[in-house]
């Protein structure tokens, strides 16, 4: 299996991709106020309140607890410590708290117990055990399940609608061991999520000719709103439903457009224009009933997160880790029922003198403020927009032209 993988990363590309590194902050030793107060409801949130809800009903939809996302998002745009704790009082009415699993997760059997929800307390438990066995070195840890495995987790990691990989890039933005732990929980509850894994496991499955190639994901985004082979009776409501029916129904015509993309040619240049093409999808994707899709925020917040990770990632795993992003938000694209990109609507955009203060001033204190995606959105837009040259102001424009016309 070594060899597989590392035959994905031939000598005839790229195999690394250098980003700017971004600004880390460590919560652990905060000393102002806004950031002891992140680091009391970020542990709060660790000790009382479960990773995955629902998971003991047969009919479970994936639900997330995702109040980090949004006290790190805020925390970021400037929110101060009553800030916080009204969106901590939002955001956690209602979720549930940790429950006892079936049975503990330990010993040589660990990985029998890989995808299942309700093993998400004893798996906490299990990478707590490890953090101590370490001597609470949350990196050795970190590295030992991501990387270094005959099957690693990074393999995996954009199960579950990307919710593991979302979690680690705010993790590893705050250096937030608690929230490490939680990362490695949701990776290890995900796996096999749509089998993912299987793809980045096998890289042969990225090697397949495919019938066309491009440095542009927006050309294939396009190919694919055109594509009949996703246009039947069985995908005729948008949602992650649809998802299990694209990898088993459809998974021929999904890698053919997955391996189109070229981006082992110049991955630095083509991973930065996948973020741009992340943006015009959330942005300026057609809407139903003027409201913005959850759904298509995964990719854009996915892709920040890949932005965040990378310079911890091992250079081998770079390319690996964009492709099963890409993989993964097509499938998401098609589980939506593939609507029309405009990102023409976005570079054209008249921002009428708005600023990053002003977006700021949105997220926190404007009619959406308490929406947890919408605040997360805005603070992935500015947080790609400041990590690359934005000479013309498209993240700025992007995330002016979502905050003006944000419905729900």
């Known amino acids: 299996m070594a060899g597989l993988i590392s035959s994905l990363f031939s ?3 790229f195999t690394s991709i250098r980003v700017p590194s971004g600004k880390i902050y460590d919560v652990e030793d905060a000393v102002e106020k ?8 970020l542990k709060l949130n660790y000790a009382e309140h479960a990773l995955h809800a629902n998971t003991d009903s047969s009919d479970f939809v994936a639900s997330y607890n995702n109040i980090d996302h949004i006290l790190i998002s805020a925390f970021l745009f400037g929110a101060n410590e009553i800030d916080l704790s009204n969106f901590y009082e939002k955001e956690s009415n209602g979720l549930e708290p ?8 330990a010993g040589l059997d660990w990985k029998d117990y890989l995808g299942k929800k309700e093993y ?12 101590a066995d370490e001597s609470y070195d949350w990196k050795k840890v970190l590295h030992n399940f991501l990387f270094a495995r005959e099957e690693p987790f990074i393999n995996s990691i954009t199960g579950n609608l990307g919710q593991p990989l979302v979690h ?4 590893l933005k705050m250096t937030s061991r608690a929230m490490v ?3 490695l ?8 999520d749509n089998n993912i894994n299987k793809y980045s496991d096998d890289p042969s499955y990225f090697q397949t000719e495919p019938s066309y190639k491009t440095t542009s994901i927006l050309e294939i985004l396009d190919k694919v709103r055109a594509d009949k082979t996703f246009t039947n009776n069985s995908l005729a409501i948008p949602g992650e439903h649809n998802l299990e029916t694209i990898f088993r129904n459809h998974e021929a015509a999904l890698l053919d457009h997955c391996n189109a993309w070229k981006i082992s040619t110049d991955p630095l240049t083509h991973f930065r224009e996948s973020q741009a093409a992340a943006a015009a999808l959330f942005v300026s994707a057609a809407q139903s009933e003027n409201k913005h899709d959850l759904n298509l925020l995964r990719p854009l917040a996915m ?6 990770i990378l310079p911890s990632v091992p250079d081998k795993f770079h390319i690996g880790l964009v492709r099963q992003w890409w993989l993964t938000t097509l499938a998401i694209y098609i589980a939506q029922l593939r609507p029309e990109i405009n990102q023409n609507s976005i570079t054209a955009y008249d921002i009428q003198g708005k600023d990053w203060s002003w977006v700021a001033k949105q997220a926190l204190r404007g009619p959406h403020a308490t929406n947890a995606r919408f605040v997360e959105g805005l603070h992935a837009l500015k947080e790609i927009g400041e990590t690359w040259t934005d000479s013309e102001n498209y993240y700025l424009k992007a995330a002016v032209k979502f905050a003006d016309e944000f419905k729900g």
């Open 11 to 13: 000598s005839k590309s």
């Open 34 to 41: 806004p950031a002891r107060s992140l680091k009391h409801f």
């Open 98 to 105: 940790w429950k006892d699993s079936p049975g503990e997760v």
């Open 120 to 131: 998400q307390r004893a798996f906490l438990d299990f990478f707590e055990d490890h953090l």
């Open 168 to 171: 680690l890039g705010y993790a």
């Open 181 to 183: 732990m939680e990362a």
């Open 185 to 192: 929980t949701l990776v290890a509850t995900s796996y096999n």
């Open 303 to 308: 892709s920040h997160a890949i932005l965040v």
